[in-house]
């Protein structure tokens, strides 16, 4: 078989399955989602050596600290894996609700109806976590998943949807459901942004530069998510225990995801009572300060630029502003966000209720680490991304922003 047939049939798999998934019952959904969270339980030794592979692919591919961070597996993250799938077991099933209705004055009733998208395709790098994630809210929300991972994670990610396939064939449900193209590299990324016809949707997930990439050769719908360019700003009235706290969560808890702080703004009245503070505070565990002339004085170590509050660090490293107002801040946040997430940290409340009304990104928070822009965080069980976008959805994305509508329309005779 020629590898063009042999990716068509990969395609005509996953949409042959999602046609049955589409009318599976909860309970039978969930039983398959049950399989796979059994399936990671019993299959951790395996993950972790395939995964040792590609970490150690990666190390010697240079790949950055951040990068293997997100690729690491060991029996933690698995066993969470299997946890957030079974959150999702938990969770309405999303195909079939009714999202509003009516009945018309001549009698005839509509009601828009939440059904799958069909086959859902992703594009991600580095991230084998994904691959469960996707796989999961895609079985749940009746939607089959096509899958390209990366050769990061290839190890991994073989494993993994040998796994999926396995488990929901186990349940009784069609395993075609769940296929990767890794196989076919790179070709098979441009091959899935233009296999409009087989897939209905494609989410990208990673860098700018692989987002950009998808958003702008596909010919398949894209649901855009975005790079995390992420701010925390300091108002005056800030509590300075508070904005310690938070702002060492933001930066420090995890550098290498996308809701992980970039940028600390401080309003100018507060940086002589707290700057000083906050900057030895993130030097202490280890973060890179590139700081204006104002941080410099206060303790940053490193001259910034135009380029430190456009660039996504996904390490310990973070640029620090000092601004003379909220008008400032907002200013700054729009001129550089991502539109990801951002954060103040106020006492102030008509500041607050500014903050959250003008920033215009998809998540925005007061007095809260922006780690929580998440999708189990939520609620969610699980996300398949951040979406960045305004059309469909926004933020995270989980069940219900796998889904469509359609117009169920019931009638007893009546004509035009």
């Not at 049955?20 to 399936?39: D, P, Q, Y």
């Not at 996504?312 to 966000?337: C, K, T």
């Not at 009304?357 to 939520?378: I, K, L, P």
């Amino acid at each position: 078989m020629s590898s063009n047939d042999a990716f068509v049939e990969i395609l005509t798999l996953a949409k042959g399955a999602a046609k049955s998934l589409a009318t599976a019952t909860a309970a039978m959904k969930n039983a398959a989602l049950e399989e796979i969270a059994r399936g990671l339980e019993g299959a951790i030794p395996e993950i972790v050596a395939a995964n040792a592979s590609d970490l150690a692919r990666g190390e010697a591919n240079n790949i950055g600290a951040g990068l293997l961070d997100r690729l690491m597996l060991d029996e933690t993250r698995i066993l969470g894996l299997a946890s957030a799938v079974r959150e999702i077991v938990a969770l309405p099933d999303p195909v079939g609700e009714v999202v509003r209705g009516s009945t018309l004055p001549n009698g005839i009733t509509i009601s828009q109806t939440r059904v799958p998208f069909g086959v859902v395709g992703a594009i991600y790098e580095a991230r084998p976590n994904v691959t469960v994630d996707i796989a999961a809210l895609a079985l749940k929300s009746g939607n089959g998943a096509v899958l390209r991972g990366g050769t990061a994670a290839e190890d991994s990610n073989k494993v993994l949807v040998r796994l999926l396939q396995e488990a929901i064939s186990r349940a009784g449900l069609d395993g075609d459901a769940v296929q990767t193209i890794d196989e076919f590299g790179r070709e098979g990324a441009g091959r899935l942004m233009r296999a409009r016809g087989y897939v209905d949707v494609l989410i990208p997930r990673g860098s700018a530069g692989l987002i950009a990439t998808v958003v702008q050769e596909s010919t398949v719908p894209v649901l855009e998510t975005g790079a995390g360019l992420v701010h925390v700003f300091v108002d005056a009235s800030a509590d300075a225990d508070m904005a310690e706290a938070i702002v060492l969560n933001a930066k420090t808890h995890r550098p290498s995801v996308c809701n992980a702080a970039e940028t600390l703004l401080v309003h100018r009245d507060a940086a002589e009572r707290l700057l000083p503070r906050l900057l030895t505070a993130l030097g202490d565990r280890g973060v890179a300060l590139f700081g204006d002339e104002h941080a410099r004085s206060a303790g940053a170590t490193r001259a910034a630029d135009d380029a430190t509050w456009a660039t996504e660090h996904l390490d310990l490293e973070m640029g620090v502003r000092v601004v003379d107002s909220l008008d400032e801040a907002i200013a700054h946040i729009e001129r550089y966000s991502t539109k990801h997430t951002d954060a103040i940290v106020t006492n102030d409340f008509a500041n607050a209720e500014r903050f959250l009304a003008e920033v215009d990104s998809a998540v925005v928070m007061v007095n809260t680490s922006t780690r929580f822009t998440d999708g189990g965080e939520f609620g969610f069980g699980a996300e398949v991304g951040i979406s960045t976008q305004k059309m469909h959805a926004r933020g995270p994305m989980g069940l219900a922003e796998l889904t469509s509508t359609k117009w169920l329309v019931r009638g007893t005779g009546q004509i035009r």
